[in-house]
């Protein structure tokens, strides 16, 4: 009896092995770890942002306006819990994704405003917030190629004979991946034009 109980044993075991489930285990977990890093990251941006927008605000005041659309995102991004179930509810990862776009689009706006003034870019820590910032949105930047190549390979095994089966069995679903908002725009190429404007006839 002790033997036919081992052999069905290694018979479970090896069946498991085979149908994928490890796979799955270990790619859902490797998910979840690059989604911290991802928020991580995010966190730190939205970190730098009050001392960004209180270094700005001592030269240029009256670039209120944007100062609070700065302000207004990182509360929006602040207000959304970056929780791993996130990662199972597409609507509530959009909104996520929504609302980081959001902060970087103010972001952007605030260093086309610092453009004009001189004394403010030549600030020791201005340019320090800046240097983090830029360091920032490059950990972004490589933290979500991870999360993203980590979903692709979760995707394809869950739709993959015949570990499908046991995705199915299990109940493991499809995971959403980043994606851009206004993709028909950036696919098409910038129009580039060296030549100058003509001179308006008199």
Known sequence: MRKILTVLAALASLSLTNCGYNAIQGQDEQIKANWSEVVNQYQRRADLVPNLVNSVKGFAQQEKDVLLGVTNARA?????????????????????????GELSSALSRLLVVTENYPQLKSDALFKDLMSQLEGTENRITVARNRYIKAVQDYNVTIRSFPSNLTAMAFGYKERPNFSVDNEKEISTAPKVDFNPAPAPSK
Do not use: R, Y
Not at 76 to 100: C, R
């Open 76 to 100: 929006k991004v602040g207000s959304i819990q970056a929780t791993p179930e996130v990662l199972n509810d597409p609507a509530a990862f959009q909104k996520f994704q929504a609302a980081q």
